[in-house]
């Protein structure tokens, strides 16, 4: 195009420049590296897992997904929802009437490897993360995976008065009985938890120490420190998108399940009104989690909540993915000293993919960065542990996984 003409018509310059600059960073993102920074003890268990696992030296985002925000938001939108079947049974989680979704994609067979999947704020099986990563394990390494729900979420009822909480493990460690039960002591038995689920499985994995039952553990985009991450989501740019996002979340969970607490003889000190017009996470947890779980104020529950404190203790194999672009769970939040302090632990900081997303390839429609980790990190395990595992439908059993 003459440059005469684009002197008269500036509006055609500025998009032939836009489109220009766009083109080339793009093809400057697929020409450049993105190593990533691999914390650890450098002892020989360590070793053999980094060795056996090439992806985690290098996440190469999605070349035309610039930044977190964007990579954040598109993780959700781009990617469609597969369709994936779970069969659900409630469990019982305590003596008040109080019960949580199970969602196991397949029945399992005797001696085959579990993968339970743990989700985010308000999350479940129906959310494309969950679905995406419960079909690669099973697709990749024909591993069963089980869904833990929170209570009353994933389209679940919530059957006594009482929500979830974030400082609270106990419900997964009933349900990780629940399943060491179904399988038995000796089958391999993995968890992977996100954002919230990730808080939590590191809690708990850190309170169980020498005694968890589980043979590896993925802590993806985990908020380490609340304190950190609240303030954080209550920046200007953040209280108006993600933060709002997250707290109509809530407010919708709550309206959902408005009957349990509209009862004064047993949540005496919640005031629904105030609950509803919260405006801020930090809003909603004052007026309905605080209460409940009779916690001082919001800062102690942030503290009980806050995994970090938790790392020292972790005595399984625990592998830590983060992005530092991570938008809404700040990496900053991460106690380096801790992680290598622990021989158990392995943590990869990325440059970018942003929050529970990690999109790839130039049409990122399918299966995202975090699922080759994951399934790279648990085929590790497994030969690390010197465990095979075929299926034989002639000579191995279905294992029954309702409760008796």
């Not at 553990?217 to 303030?231: I, N, P, R």
């Amino acid at each position: 195009m003459p440059w005469s003409y684009l002197k008269t018509h500036p509006q055609i310059l500025i998009l032939t420049i836009s489109s220009t600059v766009a083109i080339a960073g793009c093809i400057w993102r697929v020409i450049k590296r993105y190593p990533s920074t691999i914390i650890m003890i450098p002892t020989e268990e360590n070793q053999f897992i980094i060795n056996k696992c090439p992806s985690f030296k290098e996440y190469r985002p999605t070349p035309w997904i610039f930044n977190g925000h964007f990579m954040t938001i598109l993780g959700v939108m781009f990617r469609p929802l597969p369709n994936v079947l779970y069969q659900r049974i409630l469990l019982p989680v305590d003596d008040i009437g109080g019960t949580i979704a199970i969602d196991w994609h397949k029945q399992p067979y005797e001696g085959q490897p579990i993968l339970v999947i743990l989700h985010g704020l308000t999350g479940g099986s129906d959310n494309e993360y969950i679905r995406w990563m419960t079909l690669s394990a099973y697709s990749k390494l024909n591993i069963c995976c089980v869904v833990i729900h929170a209570r009353g979420c994933g389209r679940s009822e919530l059957t006594s008065p009482r929500s979830f909480c974030a400082a609270d493990t106990n419900d997964l460690r009933i349900s990780i009985k629940y399943i060491r039960s179904i399988v038995g002591n000796h089958t391999p038995l993995f968890a992977v938890g996100y954002s919230l689920g990730a808080g939590i499985l590191t809690k708990y994995i850190g309170e169980e120490s020498n005694g968890c039952p589980l043979d590896g553990a993925v802590v993806c985009c985990a908020s380490f420190d609340m304190h950190l991450s609240t303030a954080n989501m209550e920046q200007l740019l953040h209280i108006y998108t993600y933060n709002r996002r997250l707290t109509n979340n809530l407010i919708r969970y709550i309206r959902q399940h408005e009957h349990h607490f509209l009862k004064p003889e047993l949540l005496p000190n919640i005031n629904m009104n105030q609950a509803y017009q919260s405006k801020t996470i930090r809003d909603f947890d004052k007026h309905i989690v605080v209460p409940q779980y009779g916690f001082r104020d919001v800062e102690h529950y942030y503290s009980e909540a806050s995994s970090n404190v938790w790392l020292k203790s972790i005595r399984i194999p625990t592998l830590i993915l983060s992005a530092i672009d991570d938008p809404i769970c700040p990496i900053e939040g991460l106690p380096i000293d801790d992680v290598l302090q622990n021989p158990y632990l392995i943590a990869i900081k990325t440059l970018e993919g942003g929050h529970v997303s990690y999109l790839q390839g130039w049409w990122p429609r399918t299966y995202s960065y975090d699922n080759t980790v994951v399934i790279d990190y648990i085929k590790a395990r497994l030969k690390q542990m010197n465990y095979q595992w075929k299926k034989d439908n002639h000579n191995q059993k279905l294992l029954n996984i309702h409760l008796i």
